[in-house]
T-cell receptor
């Protein structure tokens, strides 16, 4: 059974720091991996989708990498801002998405 | 595009009552997903449809839960009878059917259900 774990569970950093959020999964037979952002009381917003054949995807200050063989993905946030404060979830895809437990990020001014 | 639309946004009901949650997916998307989110269990997939057909309902917790998708633009999730442990945020998401794997999913704002 696929299990997805995210470390750390919570993170609090000052503005301007570069961050790395980690995601690990137990079964490497995935089609893709997706990173989402969830603001309090809101739905999820898709940030990046990495196909299993890809190594990384970039969008603005965000960079996500995927190492399928080792069952790991990282989300790198450059020059963090208070507006980045949210919960970040990764999800691995077979025919459906299996979500991780999330990392709650707070960036303070 | 209006995105995925869910109604109601908040629902408070008494134990034993029937609850119906509604979802309108993004036009052109042919996969629809119902999720439940709680502090204890995180985000769980309840059921998903491809082209209006239920594909996997293994996440539906009990027979009290049922979901329908009568057409490409509308789906319902019904709980009858409701219980306090059903209190959670219920999300609907839609995507395009992919040849392999789950496509990029777009989530609605959720329905916060409280059963007293």
């Amino acid at each position: 059974k696929q299990e997805v774990t995210q470390i750390p569970a919570a993170l609090s950093v000052p503005e301007g720091e570069n961050l790395v959020l980690n995601c690990s999964f137990t079964d490497s037979a995935i089609y893709n991996l997706q990173w989402f952002r969830q603001d309090p009381g809101k739905g999820l917003t898709s940030l990046l989708l990495i196909q299993s054949s890809q190594r990384e995807q970039t969008s603005g200050r965000l960079n996500a990498s995927l190492d399928k063989s080792s069952g790991r993905s990282t989300l790198y946030i450059a020059a963090s801002q208070p507006g980045d404060s949210a919960t970040y979830l990764c999800a691995v895809s077979t025919d459906k998405l299996i979500f991780g437990t999330g990392t709650r990020l707070q960036v303070f001014p | 595009d209006a995105g995925v639309i869910q109604s109601p946004r908040h629902e408070v009901t008494e134990m034993g009552q029937e609850v119906t949650l509604r979802c309108k997916p993004i036009s052109g998307h042919n996969s629809l997903f119902w999720y439940r989110q709680t502090m204890m269990r995180g985000l769980e997939l309840l059921i998903y449809f491809n082209n209006n057909v239920p594909i996997d309902d293994s996440g539906m917790p009990e027979d009290r839960f049922s979901a329908k998708m009568p057409n490409a633009s509308f789906s319902t999730l019904k709980i009858q009878p409701s219980e306090p442990r059903d209190s959670a945020v219920y999300f609907c998401a839609s995507s395009r059917v992919m040849r392999q794997g789950a496509g990029e999913q777009y989530f609605g704002p959720g329905t916060r259900l409280t059963v007293t």
